[in-house]
């Protein structure tokens, strides 16, 4: 695999007469080549007898550098084929991805889903894999599955012969015990629910609008004020994932070793969070032997959302400019490009000033106004100008938090918010339909001006922004971007001046110019 693009690789072996010696060719990595121990092993715990012969395993293409241990059991397979202890050869063209035990167990992998998706796209099959990873490879539609136990159970099954029953004793590795780059995706049972955020209007309708075009938001405010809670509702309101997206987002967090225990495909929006202390390579992705997707991919088609986001490092946050432009990230190494989608919404979450009590009633703020406009200034005018939704999130009063405490009505639920999502992005959709954007966000600003030009008067309050320099050219086609989205869950045919005038109150709010953008 190099990104989610997979080659096949042929695995061949030659056995010969000689002293017995065993060499594995073909560009294999320092994992790999230790798979000549883990084979020998596995096959003579198995029962199968060791060919006495000089045995040559090649993989193909020679290339290419391979890499990890999910080529164990097609060397396997292959080198008992040359040697005669499987006799037939009917599962010539078939595709084999499991590690083995020395015990001749069939342990799981990671990275099953995009692996199973390049050998359904090259037309290979049928596909074996560790009994573990069986459900998340029988996700790509298409293709002949078999979850394997042990290497016993391949040799049965290639010889036609009954399939054995284990020895007493004989447990089956779990998944769940593979290594991961981060915690699951959170798949809970009972999602946090919007009704449960007490005030917040401008901060819930910032939400709506986020989840309702594809924009990305900003929630400045003091500490308690809501600003995580705000954030981890956000996926709950997003349609659910597509057949093509789920694969897609669970294809990822298969390589990441994320995916939900007992959940092989992800059917809602990801929300993936990231600390402060966070690397470049673990914000977009990387590494120095496998390239594996950071938290930009981990968050495909969902929410990466960034608490205290002033503490990040300037390099760390700057890298996330180019996925927010083109939805993918090219990680470049002397092995290849490797190509990552990232699409996302981000959420960033930042305190007013160093102190943090900057507008609070409960404590006076401490630090000086240079100190406020520098601690926002550490988000670059670059990035954040590629945030259309700036919100202060300001602190509930008491009368509203007195009233939730005594059982008073909330706001409204998640499913009812999801449901003018659903239907704001259905308006998109059907006005978008012979191009190939999906929401407002993505539609670049030139198109909006010629296809769907607005009307000089909705214009006049941008007008005056731009003439007094607080909007730029590409500000002004952020905030009709909005406004479409504005637009979209009103109902209305094309934004008016008030839909104009709401998203430019989203652009220009006291966040923008605290941090001077």
Request: some cysteine.
């Amino acid at each position: 695999m190099l990104g989610l693009r997979g080659t096949p690789v042929e695995v061949e072996a030659h056995a010969a007469s000689g002293l017995p010696k065993f060499t594995l060719i073909g560009l294999p990595d320092s994992v790999l080549n230790e798979a000549r121990d883990r084979v020998r092993a596995a096959v003579l715990n198995s029962g199968i007898d060791w060919p006495q012969a000089i045995l040559t395993v090649s993989l193909s293409p020679a290339w290419i550098r391979k890499q990890g241990s999910g080529f164990d059991l097609a060397i396997a397979y292959a080198v008992l084929r040359a040697t005669g202890a499987i006799r037939q050869s009917k599962l010539h063209d078939a595709v084999f991805l499991a590690e083995l035990g020395l015990d001749g167990r069939v342990k799981p992998i990671r990275g099953v889903l995009p692996c199973v998706m390049a050998a359904a796209r090259t037309g290979h099959g049928p596909i074996f894999v560790a009994e573990a990873n069986a459900a998340e490879a029988a996700q790509v539609t298409g293709v002949e599955v078999t979850g394997l136990r042990s290497l016993r159970q391949l040799v049965a099954l290639a010889n036609g012969e009954p399939i054995p029953g284990e020895p007493p004793g004989f447990l089956p590795p779990s998944a769940q015990n593979l290594p991961s780059d981060g915690p699951p995706v959170e798949e809970p049972e009972f999602e946090p629910d919007l009704s449960e955020v007490v005030g917040q209007y401008e901060a819930r309708r910032a939400l709506e609008l986020s989840a309702a075009g594809g924009h990305h938001l900003f929630l400045c405010g003091t500490p308690g004020a809501g600003k995580t809670m705000l954030a981890k509702r956000l996926p709950g309101i997003l349609p659910p994932l597509d057949n093509e997206a789920a694969l897609e987002v669970s294809a990822i967090h298969s390589l990441s070793g994320t995916l939900p225990p007992g959940r092989p495909l992800i059917t809602r929006p990801p929300f993936c969070t990231i600390h402060h202390s966070a690397t470049v390579a673990s914000m977009v992705g990387g590494g120095s032997g496998h390239l594996r997707p950071g938290a930009v991919s981990r968050a495909h088609r969902g929410v990466l959302f960034l608490d205290e986001m002033p503490e990040f490092s300037r390099t760390a946050l700057d890298a996330l400019r180019e996925p927010i432009e083109s939805g993918e990230v090219a990680i470049a190494r002397v092995s290849g490009i490797a190509h990552f989608p990232a699409s996302f919404l981000l959420v960033g979450a930042a305190n007013p000033c160093p102190c943090g009590r900057a507008g609070s009633a409960l404590a006076a703020c401490t630090c000086a106004p240079r100190q406020r406009i520098a601690y926002l200034s550490r988000i670059s005018g670059p990035l954040l100008d590629r945030i259309d939704l700036r919100v202060d999130v300001t602190p509930v009063g008491p009368g509203e938090l007195l009233d939730a405490a005594s059982g008073g009505q909330g706001g409204e639920c998640t499913a009812a918010v999801a449901q003018r999502v659903a239907e704001a992005r259905e308006r998109a959709v059907r006005r978008l339909v012979d191009t190939p954007w999906q929401c407002n966000a993505q539609v670049p600003g030139q198109v909006l001006r010629n296809r769907w030009p607005l009307a000089i008067d909705a214009l006049a309050t941008a007008e005056r922004a731009l003439r007094a320099g607080t909007l730029s050219a590409r500000g002004l086609d952020r905030v009709i971007r909005v406004a479409w989205t504005v637009a979209d869950l009103a109902g209305a045919e094309r934004p008016d001046r008030a839909a104009v005038d709401t998203a430019l109150g989203f652009r220009l709010g006291s966040v923008a110019l605290a941090s001077g953008c």
